[in-house]
């Protein structure tokens, strides 16, 4: 059986650890022979720990873990410790603060320029045109006040030079006061109950005629249909020719004279409990004839004859 000898020189001391401090005893039997590592070329034998990241047998919870041989930030000491090994963190830090900078800063700008306009009070309703631009039209139509309803009693606008304005007569004490009718054809209203009224009186120089209109209220329809009856058989006392209008319901009454003189129509009809009269006189039977006819057609939109 062959024994090894030990080295010349006997065996290399063991490493005395951190300075000042004496080396563990060997635990009783000695260190473990079997599962060690081999000793190094050289015949220098390494601790186990000297190339891994085992602690030594002394490394103990009241000292600091040591660090891998393989790195040497176990020389690093003072501020160099915490810097970086690829560059510093500086710049990367920088970076980020200015992010959230600018971010703070969108948003900031953002809940001004969104936030307060949502929160500006809602334009007045009770503008009037002109104040606004909702259509598009330089207006605010929206707003603006609708026009009252039109009064159902109004002659319609024929023109001429009004010697009598429409909306001066209320009622018929006001037609009795112009004194355009007959003492027959008042007694013919009044008896009949008129009540309110409307009146037009209107002069047209470029043919010399002139247009007397007359709307007046009555009790009912009836009523209305028994005056206008009534006017028209005076007509025919007065010697004026009646005629069939082209409009039913209409009852004309016409006064023809030579070139020259004057002539006249006159024409009653109804218009559900309204009495309407339309007197046109002028220098010739033509220029009455005209004149007529124009009001005619105008004055049927504003109140239309019953059928």
């Not at 024994?3 to 563990?24: A, I, K, L, S």
């Not at 037609?175 to 009146?199: C, P």
């Amino acid at each position: 059986m062959r024994v090894n000898q030990p080295p010349q020189g006997g065996y290399p001391q063991q490493p005395q650890g951190y300075p000042g401090q004496q080396p563990p005893p060997s635990p009783p039997g000695g260190f473990p022979q079997g599962g060690g590592y081999p000793p190094p070329p050289g015949g220098v034998t390494q601790p186990p720990w000297a190339g891994g990241d085992s602690q030594p047998p002394w490394a103990g919870s009241d000292l600091p873990p040591l660090p891998s041989n393989s790195s040497d930030n176990w020389i690093r000491q003072g501020p160099e410790a915490f810097e970086s090994d690829g560059g510093g963190k500086g710049p990367k830090i920088a970076g980020i603060i200015v992010a959230v900078v600018v971010v703070i800063g969108l948003a900031v700008g953002a809940f001004f320029l969104f936030g307060n306009s949502s929160n500006e009070p809602e334009a007045s309703g009770g503008t009037t045109q002109g104040d606004g631009d909702n259509s598009g039209g330089g207006g605010n139509d929206a707003t603006e006040e609708p026009e009252p309803p039109r009064d159902p009693m109004l002659p319609a606008d024929i023109g001429g030079a009004q010697e009598l304005d429409k909306a001066q007569i209320t009622d018929y004490a006001g037609i009795q006061g112009i004194r355009t009718l007959t003492e027959g054809e008042d007694e013919a209203f009044t008896t009949g109950g008129a009540t309110d009224a409307r009146a037009l009186v209107s002069n047209f120089e470029e043919d010399g005629t002139q247009v007397v209109m007359f709307v007046v209220q009555m009790p009912d329809e009836e009523a209305a249909a028994q005056t206008r009856d009534q006017l028209g058989t005076l007509q025919e006392n007065y010697g004026l020719e009646i005629r069939d209008g082209e409009t039913p319901g209409i009852n004309e009454a016409w006064n023809v004279a030579e070139d020259g003189d004057e002539s006249m129509v006159r024409a009653h009809y109804v218009s559900e409990d309204l009495l309407v009269r339309i007197q046109v006189r002028g220098v010739s039977e033509s220029t009455v004839v005209e004149r007529y006819e124009a009001v005619l057609e105008d004055q049927v939109v504003a109140q239309v004859p019953n059928e």
